[in-house]
């Protein structure tokens, strides 16, 4: 995956968008949506995206850019609160040479507890039943 690649429309995010795949949903507006990392690096982990096709930070639109922040901003402390965690970590990254592996632009809410280490990126496959219940007490705290 590089930077300048075309919008793949077959993504595994576009087709969450669509509804042709299914997710947790946390919470959604007119030009984002949220839903739980089905591998979470830890507890809590929440990813927000753009409805529109864009693959990286390279061909959001600053509207686009906004929205999407705007949503994490109202986010962030609602995770915070659900997880009762000290630390959270916000972060988004770009082509494949970044760890980027889904090509559609997201941005990561990741609790952070000291002394519990961040799983690696897409290492284990969470408990649907655990997702739903963490992402219930998410929205609550919205
Ligand atoms: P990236 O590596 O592109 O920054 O992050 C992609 C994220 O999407 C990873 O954290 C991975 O666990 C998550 N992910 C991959 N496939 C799916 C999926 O089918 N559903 C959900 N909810 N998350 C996914």
Redesign the pocket.
């Known amino acids: 995956m590089q930077l300048t690649d075309a919008y793949d429309p077959q993504n595994?995010?576009a087709k969450?968008l669509r509804d042709e795949?299914p997710?947790?949903r946390v919470f959604e507006d007119e030009t984002t949506l949220a839903?739980?990392?089905?591998?979470?690096?830890a507890p809590g982990?929440v990813?927000v995206i753009p409805r529109v096709a864009a693959t990286n930070v390279l061909t959001l639109s600053a509207d686009d850019a906004r929205a999407v922040m705007t949503t994490t901003h109202l986010l962030a402390p609602a995770v915070q609160k659900a997880m009762e965690a000290p630390g959270l970590m916000l972060?988004?990254?770009n082509g494949a040479a970044a760890?980027?592996?889904?090509?559609h632009f997201?941005m990561?809410i990741i609790p952070r507890h000291k002394g519990l280490e961040m799983l690696g990126?897409?290492t284990e496959v969470a408990d649907m039943n655990e997702l739903a219940d963490i992402a219930a007490r998410i929205r609550a705290a919205i």
């Open positions: 595994i995010f969450i795949m997710s947790i839903f739980m990392d089905i591998m979470p690096q982990h990813l972060a988004q990254l760890g980027q592996t889904v090509p997201h990561h990126h897409g």
